[in-house]
């Protein structure tokens, strides 16, 4: 007996989103980290920015570290991450990694891999999801970056 229903949507067309609801919160001004080196960092949201909390052994967290990212060229990107990089695989990365646990919390972002966008003039996380890839970040934030 086939178990998909004829009224269920093809596989295909389904829009899969990574979080059930976003919780629109208010987001800081800036925030101090450091980064994989020790070099304290500060970084100020003064544009539209999407923020990636980042984990050693992640696929998708790798790909946000180690690709180029153009379907997020619209806007800011900045990868952090609680920890260091225990594993060496972020070593010669082209994207740089913020070790910032204190910004993690604050946006209560409580496990990676996970993103929250930023409108810095809301002064808020205006989305949020777990990490897949670039590509599944960019579709599900794209309602954003055309407004």
Not at 37 to 62: I, S, Y
Not at 72 to 101: F, H, M, N, Y
Not at 103 to 113: G, K, S
Request: charged share 25%.
């Amino acid at each position: 007996m086939d178990a998909v229903s004829r009224s269920s949507p093809s596989p295909n067309k389904r829009l899969v989103r990574s979080f059930d609801t976003s919780r629109e919160r208010p987001a800081p001004a800036s925030f101090t980290g450091k980064t994989l080196a020790g070099e304290p960092v500060t970084h100020q949201f003064d544009r539209l920015t999407l923020l990636v909390a980042v984990k050693n052994m992640c696929d998708g967290c790798r790909d946000f570290v180690q690709s180029e990212l153009h379907e997020l060229a619209a806007l800011q990107v900045v990868i952090v991450s609680a920890t260091g990089d225990e594993t060496g695989e972020w070593e010669g990365a082209p994207r740089q990694v913020i070790v910032a646990p204190d910004v993690l919390r604050e946006l209560d972002i409580r496990w990676p891999p996970f993103y929250v966008l930023i409108d810095p003039s809301r002064a808020a996380v205006v989305t949020e999801g777990v990490v897949f890839g670039p590509s599944q970040v960019a579709e599900e934030i794209s309602t954003f970056l055309s407004s």
